[in-house]
């Protein structure tokens, strides 16, 4: 599993966590996806599987640096220093992003999924009624899960610890959002703001739940691409097919609601044409910068999987 890398190898490697947390911190988007078209997917559940009761005693009966090249220590650090690098630095930006220009934004991410669909299915050589049959329940079933009402609970221990390890196990998914799913509990905001603010204690929970989630669901991804990788692959590529419902750049929003500070904010939106869109909001669609953004979202992916396709 532990690879030999060189000092570029490992920038790389970081460069991949940036972009995986900078899609992890954006509602729709998911930093498995990021991973898997990066080539570094597999490689990562494998790793994170690691920590089990073998990588305990390789650590009591050889010692700390067999341990760490059991887990593929150097692997994990350098991509989670990325992941967090990212997090921190693009907080405040996604934070302006989505209150001031949503519309732009959401149409690079759309281009993003849009590509990645694509990306992904690829990898099945020969589509079968049962490869079909998967592909339409994962993208039933990711459209289903974003066509849902946020809702909020209250910010306690135990709420922003579950809502880690919950989400945690969507981030490492493609085509599911951890983000999405922090939103769909009503924790996004809290999350984001702690992280911004450096409130350490909501972060250690949530880092905390992350932690338990990780460890449990990387065992099951790791079993499933291990015994049944191209079903596994029909369905993920579903999954981002029907996450797009949620990056549909023109949205009417229908209802608010009142968050914990008293402010408005979106509850239910419908997604509409961007004609209908300035019509109804009396806004601006961007619709020429959003296109050329949806595109230049499709060209990275495609850059990206064709880079990797080089290094294989």
């Known amino acids: 599993m532990s690879?030999?890398?060189?000092?570029?190898?490992y920038f790389i490697l970081a460069c991949k966590g940036v972009l995986m947390g900078a899609a992890d911190a954006v509602p729709g988007v998911s930093g498995g996806t990021i991973a898997f078209i990066t080539g570094i997917y597999e490689e990562l559940i494998g790793s994170i599987r690691r920590f089990d009761l073998d990588a305990v005693r390789v650590l009591f009966s050889q010692g700390p640096r067999a341990f760490w090249k059991h887990v593929n220590g150097n692997f994990l650090l350098t991509l989670l220093s990325g992941i967090i690098i990212s997090l921190?630095?693009?907080?405040?930006?996604?934070?302006?992003?989505?209150?001031?220009?949503?519309?732009?934004?959401?149409?690079?991410?759309?281009?993003?999924?849009?590509?990645?669909t694509w990306v992904i299915s690829r990898h099945i050589p020969h589509w079968d009624s049962t490869y079909i049959t998967l592909f339409l329940t994962g993208a039933v079933l990711a459209y289903l899960i974003t066509s849902l009402t946020p809702t909020e609970i209250p910010v306690s221990a135990v709420t922003v610890f579950l809502s880690g390890s919950i989400a945690i196990c969507a981030m490492i998914l493609p085509g599911i959002s951890g983000s999405f799913i922090l939103l769909l509990l009503g924790m996004y905001a809290p999350v984001l703001q702690a992280i911004k603010d450096a409130e350490l204690a909501i972060i250690g929970l949530f880092g905390a739940g992350c932690v338990v989630g990780l460890l449990s669901f990387s065992r099951l991804l790791n079993w499933l691409f291990t015994t049944h990788r191209m079903p596994t692959l029909a369905v993920m590529s579903g999954f981002l097919l029907g996450s797009l419902n949620k990056v549909w750049p023109w949205k009417y929003t229908t209802a608010y609601t009142l968050n914990s500070h008293g402010k408005q904010?979106?509850?239910?939106?419908?997604?509409?044409?961007?004609?209908?869109?300035?019509?109804?909001?009396?806004?601006?669609?961007?619709?020429?910068?959003?296109?050329?953004?949806?595109?230049?979202?499709?060209?990275?992916?495609?850059?990206?999987?064709?880079?990797?396709?080089?290094?294989?």
């Not at 690879?3 to 190898?9: A, G, H, T, V, Y």
Request: glycine letters at 4%; a neutral charge; charged letters at 10%.
């Open 265 to 312: 904010v979106p509850l239910a939106q419908d997604n509409v044409s961007p004609f209908v869109y300035e019509a109804l909001s009396g806004q601006d669609s961007f619709m020429m910068a959003s296109i050329a953004l949806l595109i230049l979202g499709v060209v990275i992916v495609l850059w990206m999987e064709r880079g990797q396709s080089t290094n294989r």
């Open 88 to 116: 921190v630095t693009f907080a405040n930006i996604v934070l302006f992003m989505l209150a001031s220009y949503p519309v732009m934004l959401w149409s690079f991410f759309f281009g993003l999924i849009l590509a990645s």
């Open 3 to 9: 690879q030999q890398r060189r000092l570029k190898e």
